[in-house]
């Protein structure tokens, strides 16, 4: 069997097998009584059973597929109006954007309708990709677009509020960052990241250098920002390269701009921020065989590992993935991509472990070996199906046009071996990239982080997705152009409003906590903690702002019991409620079985708290020494 025999092969089990395989497992796990995880399922299923049908369906229509030198919908007798459509367009998307500036400006807190404004100009920026020959100058002035609609959607979160936390990873780094720019070098405050701290010093060298008023943690979002524009323009120039077709370039450019996964890395500013920008570097350069970029691998690889160390055996395993699908199927893998690259790799990792960071090396083996426990990551999936699967909707509509895209690549003999695998190794990553089954296991969701491939892997989702789009887009009727076009309006709507994405006013809300503190907030939660001589319970948010500080021995998790009764230490400790996030979310607390107060919990052991009449009932039973309107301390 020839090496596009293979490929025809593997692309006939994708498209019959398959989606009898999902349609199967659907069918079992309503058999089995669970009847929440086949609700769950089904954003991953449709998709899987959806895409062959329409593949089947329209392609024949795909033969002109990688057309360059003609707009999707032509017409060579334009009207005045039509020949002067994308001027109307960029017009629409400056009126769009402006707009977008002053609902930010005006409101406390996105409003739905920003939603509505940043997917308008999505799509008037996706009609001026598919309506109009795409030259040299188009291109710049869409990228630019594209560019300026990610900074305004994750500008618009971390720099608006007055301190954006995300996952309350960005209070520690900008505690470390505080103690850089005081003491004047790394000190032992920055523990396992003593070793690693080269974006902690990037941040701290620009504070330095621009001198602008901007508080810490906002000069990290501010310096982020830049990082995810540049990312984008790089999968631009890797699509281009790879596939050659400059408008499929610029819908995967567009498409990461509004991609949860991709959003969410924008807004946050913590050390692994910069690895998704390294890994699509590399993955640009391994397609050239000049001797200068492979040194440029190398340095990029070893960055990694000296960035966010922990980082490196996800990007190790996707760039193994391709080298074996290259083995497989009995194709050249790019030059610099041997065993000898991957050892490097490999020992450098290791060494690094061994040498520079025993302490990550002891936290990683003991996760491999700590027992499962149950997270709010199991507990939403299982509990609250209807919530996390509209919250999961975006990703079906990606990948419904992931795999359209995928097929078409295997299928023809347009596409290098290169293309192909590139497409199968997104295919292979899709258990691990979405939310589902491998998010069920506690250990792997939890002790293994598997949830952060979505960071690593969603690279060749926006790309494929993007094939995939202009392939049902160009083998579609007018009809069923206007259809898929809804399709990536909803696509967009949906993944910038999610609760993963806009946790600050998301359409539908999820068990978490909103990733903003106002400075109201944080001035209460500081003086509150300076004048307690004791502990300050706190809800989880609360105690992770407290542990970035001067205030770290003086915080613990809320402690209730199974009579809903509050745990102190001693009568010292303070109970700190945030009365204003409380009327929005529920409480993360400590659910304390044996009814004994237990000092710093394991922060695995949690659960959500309803702000109910015997909550309020039980806070009666103390004094209120403390209450600002949003924040309030009972001792």
């Known amino acids: 069997m020839n090496n596009l025999d293979k490929f025809v092969f593997t692309q006939k089990i994708i498209l019959y097998i398959l989606p009898i395989l999902a349609i199967i497992s659907i069918i079992m796990t309503l058999v089995l009584g669970k009847t929440n995880l086949a609700l769950l399922g089904s954003y991953l299923v449709i998709p899987m059973v959806l895409a062959p049908i329409l593949y089947i369906l329209l392609h024949k229509n795909t033969e002109k597929f990688f057309s360059n030198n003609e707009n999707i919908i032509s017409n060579p007798n334009k009207t005045y109006f039509e020949s002067h459509l994308f001027v109307l367009l960029l017009i629409l998307y400056v009126l769009g954007f402006s707009i977008s500036i002053i609902i930010l400006a005006i409101f406390d807190v996105r409003p739905f309708a920003y939603y509505g404004i940043i997917t308008s100009m999505a799509t008037f920026i996706l009609l001026e990709i598919l309506l109009f020959e795409i030259s040299n100058r188009k291109v ?31 209070f520690l780094h900008a505690w470390y960052i505080f103690n850089l720019l005081k003491d004047k070098y790394v000190t032992d405050i920055f523990f396992q990241y003593q070793h690693f701290p080269l974006w902690h010093l990037t941040v701290a060298s620009a504070d330095l250098l621009f001198n602008i008023n901007l508080s810490i943690h906002k000069m990290m979002y501010f310096i ?46 913590i ?127 990606l990948l419904l046009f992931f795999i ?12 290098s071996g290169f293309e192909k695998i590139f497409c199968l190794t997104g295919y292979l990553l899709i ?21 952060r491939f979505g960071e690593y892997a969603m690279i060749f989702f926006v790309i494929v997705g993007a094939i995939g789009f202009k392939g049902l887009f160009h083998g579609a009727g007018r009809k069923l152009k206007i259809i898929i076009t809804m399709l990536f309006i909803f696509m967009t ?31 209460a939660i500081n003086h509150i903690a300076d004048t307690t001589s004791g502990i300050v319970m706190s809800d989880y948010a609360t105690k992770r702002y407290l542990q970035a500080s001067a205030y770290k021995n003086k915080t613990n998790l809320i402690e209730i019991d199974l009579e809903d009764r509050i745990l102190k230490n001693s009568s010292n400790d303070n109970i700190l409620i945030r ?41 009666k039973k103390y004094n209120k020494i403390y209450n600002s309107g949003g924040v309030s301390a009972y001792n």
């Open 431 to 451: 258990g691990v990239t979405f939310p589902g089954p491998a998010l069920l296991s506690q250990k792997l969701a939890g002790n293994f982080n598997i949830g």
């Open 404 to 415: 359209f895209g995928t097929l078409v690549v295997l299928k023809s003999e347009k596409f």
């Open 579 to 619: 009365d204003e996030d409380l009327t929005k979310r529920k409480l993360r607390y400590y659910p304390s079985v044996s009814g004994k107060f237990k000092l710093n919990p394991g922060e695995k052991f949690f659960d959500y708290y309803c702000c109910t009449n015997i909550l309020q009932n039980n806070l």
């Open 140 to 170: 710049i002035v869409i990228l630019l677009q594209i560019v300026l609609l990610a900074l305004n959607l994750v500008w618009g979160v971390s720099l608006k509020y007055y301190y954006f936390f995300g996952r309350t990873d960005p």
């Open 493 to 523: 709507l949906l993944s910038i409003s999610n609760d993963f994405s806009a946790s600050d006013n998301p359409l539908i809300k999820r068990e978490f906590y909103t990733f903003y503190l106002n400075e109201e907030e944080t001035i």
């Open 271 to 397: 050390p692994r921020s910069t690895v998704s920008f390294f890994e699509v570097l590399i993955i640009l350069l391994i397609l050239s065989s000049d001797i200068r970029k492979n040194f440029l691998i190398i340095f990029l690889s070893l960055l990694i590992i000296i960035y966010h160390t922990v980082s490196m055996p996800f990007v190790l395993i996707i760039l193994f993935i391709i080298y074996i699908l290259h083995k497989l199927f009995g194709c050249v893998a790019p030059v610099f991509l041997d065993w000898k690259y991957f050892l490097l790799l490999i020992s450098s990792m290791f060494a690094n472990y061994i040498y520079n960071a025993q302490n990550v090396f002891q936290i990683l083996i003991s996760n491999f070996v700590k027992p499962e426990v149950t997270g709010d990551v199991v507990k939403s999936i299982i509990y609250t199906p209807m919530n996390e699967l509209f919250n999961y909707l975006q990703y079906s509509l």
């Open 224 to 269: 982020n920002g830049f990082n995810f524009a540049v990312m984008i323009i790089v999968i631009y120039l890797l699509t281009s390269k790879l596939f050659k077709d400059k408008r499929i370039a610029l819908i995967s450019a567009l498409f990461a701009s509004i991609n949860t996964d991709m959003i969410i890395g924008g807004m946050h500013s």
